[in-house]
């Protein structure tokens, strides 16, 4: 899967879907895509706050923080729903992913939280099915033993 497959797979084919199974590559070219936006986003706040010198109520710094705010609530829901298919290609409940989201918000333990869904995000899935659906890189693959 490439960039722009991955992108559209996530954003309009799959945007909630919480069921079935991502490959590494959908759920990594999505990150870049993520992390290239919100840098992007923040490189045209920092242009527009280094462009305006006066304050008024209506600034276009605030203009800015809307636009990038509205951008991450957008992408929250598809982010959550793909990481939540990168558990279940490696076989692991999508429940144990908000368990480590919410103990993510524990000071300290929130590294270790995080260094553990990085973990999870970097292993190979499941070769052929699992109870969450067929393998996203061999579909047509069967768990069948002794075949």
């Known amino acids: 899967m490439g960039f722009t497959e991955a992108v559209r797979t996530v954003l309009k084919q799959k945007y909630a879907t919480f069921s079935g199974r991502a490959s590494r590559s959908e759920y990594w070219w999505f990150m870049l895509f993520y992390f290239l936006a919100l840098v992007a986003l923040g490189f045209l706040a920092g242009v527009l706050a280094f462009a305006t010198s006066g304050g008024g109520a209506a600034s276009p710094v605030s203009y800015a923080v809307v636009i990038c705010g509205l951008a991450i609530l957008a992408v929250f829901l598809p982010l959550i729903s793909l990481t939540v298919r990168r558990f279940h290609d490696r076989n692991i409940s999508g429940w144990w992913y908000l368990a480590l989201f919410v103990l993510g918000f524990v000071p300290y333990v929130g590294i270790v939280v995080g260094l553990a ?29 002794f075949a």
């Open 117 to 145: 869904i990085l973990v999870i995000s970097v292993l190979p899935g499941t070769e052929g099915p699992n109870k969450f659906g067929p393998d996203p890189l061999r579909p047509e693959a069967r768990a069948e033993v």
